[in-house]
């Protein structure tokens, strides 16, 4: 059965202080892993699509990698304003892909200032 | 680019009643389209993925009668919560898949509905 777990459920991070998050993933066949990044009240707003084993992204103070069997989404020297629900989801390939998202339960950065 | 929006972003509706929800694919044409609720501190569930021209595949356990979806349009996909109850209330988002960006799909801002 395709599942995503994320780790940790929640962080608290000092401002400045590195950390990484974990997305493990088992899929069959996966067709790409998706990273979100979720506000209070408000929709997923799309970061970075992976898909491909030592695949990199980098956006600002944020890099998402992939191995075969997981995700890591680094934060350099956070601030306060990267506070917010980290999601990570795959999407199965092959052809019974529909194209729906299996998404992790996420986990919520907390950055102190 | 990549801009997705959501029509109301807030109601507030009466047991009972009917609430409509408009997706809109603000820069591109989307044929597919996927519906999503939200409960407290959690992840997205999916409800349904809506196609353009064709009836909509739900997920198991999603009442088709209830939740209403038709996608008319590359641009347009509405969720219908008929006879909304206490228990319909939540953070109903959509999503929309830009076939010019492979498989990432774009969320629109949500739509909290309450029924009172």
């Known amino acids: 059965e395709d599942q995503v777990t994320q780790s940790p459920e929640a962080l608290r991070l000092q401002e400045g202080e590195s950390s990484s998050l974990n997305c493990s993933y088992t899929v069959s066949g996966l067709r790409g892993l998706f990273w979100y990044r979720q506000d209070p009240g408000k929709g997923p707003e799309f970061l970075f699509t992976l898909y491909s084993a030592g695949e990199e992204k980098e956006k600002e103070r944020l890099k998402a990698t992939l191995t075969k069997k997981e995700s890591f989404l680094h934060i350099t020297a956070p601030k306060p304003e990267d506070s917010a629900t980290y999601l990570c989801a795959v999407l199965r390939g092959g052809s019974s892909n529909t194209g729906k998202l299996i998404f992790g339960q996420g986990t919520t950065l907390q950055v102190k200032p | 680019g990549a801009v997705v929006s959501q029509h109301p972003s807030r109601v507030i509706c009466k047991s009972g009643t009917s609430v409509k929800i408009e997706c809109r694919s603000l820069d591109f044409q989307a044929t597919t389209m996927f519906w999503y609720r939200q409960f407290p501190k959690k992840s997205l569930m999916l409800m349904a993925t809506?196609?353009?021209?064709?009836?909509?595949?739900?997920e198991q356990g999603v009442e088709k009668d209830k939740f209403l979806i038709n996608h008319a349009s590359l641009t347009l996909s509405t969720l219908t919560v008929t006879s909304a109850h206490p228990e319909d209330s939540s953070f109903y988002i959509c999503?929309?898949?830009?076939?010019?960006?492979?498989?990432?799909?774009?969320f629109g801002p949500g739509t909290r509905l309450t029924v009172t």
């Open positions: 809506s196609n353009e021209g064709s009836k909509a595949t739900y």
């Open positions: 999503s929309a898949r830009d076939p010019r960006r492979a498989y990432e799909q774009y």
